[in-house]
Structure formats: structure tokens, C-alpha cells
T-cell receptor, first 113, second 112 residues
Framework: ETGVTQTPRHLVMGMTNKKSLKCEQHLGHNAMYWYKQSAKKPLELMFVYNFKEQTENNSVPSRFSPECPNSSHLFLHLHTLQPEDSALYLC????????????FGQGTRLTVV | AQSVAQPEDQVNVAEGNPLTVKCTYSVSGNPYLFWYVQYPNRGLQFLLKYITGDNLVKGSYGFEAEFNKSQTSFHLKKPSALVSDSALYFCAVRDGDYKLSFGAGTTVTVRA
């Protein structure tokens, strides 16, 4: 276990549904991340939060909405997704400046039908 | 921007043979380099990192990596591969504050 927990592990949702992914870490890290991993593509950084403030949004469509209520919790709210949004969504956390590296959760496998 | 490249999509080796997974980097300044491994249906697990110091870095599960500044490479190595090492391996570089840029990944298959 890396200390980063993601729920649910698997999610199937229709294009008109609204759902949320949850990530939790109790490692004392200040930064949290959402990555998208699609087949045959490099990991895509979606959002970065540092001390609860969003510091990066990599041109992610508005149907993905992040929320970071505190340094230990990160959510990704999903609505009106498309089938091409099906992927493994990975949460990670780190200390400032990434010197120790980032710790990843096990991911949520999302399927949009 | 900092970046890494993994020139091989796949590496196949026999169990007991040496394993090398290649990574080259392109950075301005001193690189912070990382290797991660991903087993099927799992998240990424940290293997090792290079920040500064010795060019040979030792990590988890018997892996090591050699930082080579002249060749801008950071290849991952294991002297004797196991079937259980079969997985997807990612090289990454710190790209500004709070950002890791990943390579496309290399699938390693170790046959018994």
C-alpha cells in the first residue's frame, strides 16, 4: 500500500450520469494530483492542488470538475462524460517540489457507456 | 519543458537474464528523475529516484538505475529478471513545481 486510497476501484456510468471519484492520503503531503491513463497513451496530468489551491489545469474539459476541501482529500466530479473518457484515473500525492517523488493510488477504472 | 523518452514499447527477456529498460531525458538544469512500475489493474509504484550524488541509484525489488549525464540517459537495470517483474515501467522527470512528466511506458515481459 502506498498510503493513497482511491474509491471506487471500478465505475461504470452512462453519459448523462453524475458521479464522483474520491482520493484520500494521510501521508502529510501538501500536493495532490489527478492523472488520466488511457490505453497506448502517456499519463496525462489533469489537475494539481497545492495546499488546497489549484495550481494547474491542463486544459481539461469542464465535464471534469476537481475539488480539494483539505490537503488530505481530493475529488473528481464527473458529469455528461463521453465514451472516450473511459480510462484509469490515478490520484497521487507528494511533498512540495516532488523531491521524494509522488505516491499513487491504485486508480479508478472508469467506463462510460 | 522537461521531458523523458522511452524508446522501446516492449522488452522481452528470459528469467534469470539481465533486464534493461531504457530512458533518455531532455532537461535544462539538473534533472530529478524517477522510475515507476505498474502491475495490471494497479496504480504506479515508486521504484527509485535520482536527485543528486552517485550515478548508480539502487531501488526497490533489486532494481537499480544509472544516471549518465553525457548520454542524457537514466536506464533501469536488474541483473537477474524474475517472471514477477513483468509489468509496465515508466520513466519520469520533474517538470517544474508539482509536475512529473512521464514517458510513454515500456512493457516488460519475462518468460519462464
Amino acid at each position: 500500500e502506498t498510503g493513497v486510497t482511491q474509491t471506487p476501484r471500478h465505475l461504470v456510468m452512462g453519459m448523462t450520469n453524475k458521479k464522483s471519484l474520491k482520493c484520500e492520503q494521510h501521508l502529510g503531503h501538501n500536493a495532490m494530483y489527478w492523472y488520466k491513463q488511457s490505453a497506448k497513451k502517456p499519463l496525462e496530468l489533469m489537475f494539481v492542488y497545492n495546499f488546497k489551491e489549484q495550481t494547474e489545469n491542463n486544459s481539461v474539459p469542464s465535464r471534469f470538475s476537481p475539488e480539494c476541501p483539505n490537503s488530505s482529500h481530493l475529488f473528481l466530479h464527473l458529469h455528461t462524460l463521453q465514451p472516450e473518457d473511459s480510462a484509469l484515473y490515478l490520484c497521487a500525492s507528494s511533498q512540495e517540489s516532488l523531491v521524494p517523488g509522488a505516491f499513487f493510488g491504485q486508480g479508478t477504472r472508469l467506463t462510460v457507456v | 519543458a522537461q521531458s523523458v523518452a522511452q524508446p522501446e514499447d516492449q522488452v522481452n527477456v528470459a528469467e534469470g537474464n539481465p533486464l534493461t529498460v531504457k530512458c533518455t531525458y531532455s532537461v535544462s538544469g539538473n534533472p530529478y528523475l524517477f522510475w515507476y512500475v505498474q502491475y495490471p489493474n494497479r496504480g504506479l509504484q515508486f521504484l527509485l529516484k535520482y536527485i543528486t550524488g552517485d550515478n548508480l541509484v539502487k531501488g526497490s525489488y533489486g532494481f537499480e538505475a544509472e544516471f549518465n549525464k553525457s548520454q542524457t540517459s537514466f536506464h533501469l537495470k536488474k541483473p537477474s529478471a524474475l517472471v514477477s517483474d513483468s509489468a509496465l515501467y515508466f520513466c519520469a522527470v520533474r517538470d517544474g513545481d508539482y509536475k512529473l512528466s512521464f514517458g510513454a511506458g515500456t512493457t516488460v515481459t519475462v518468460r519462464a
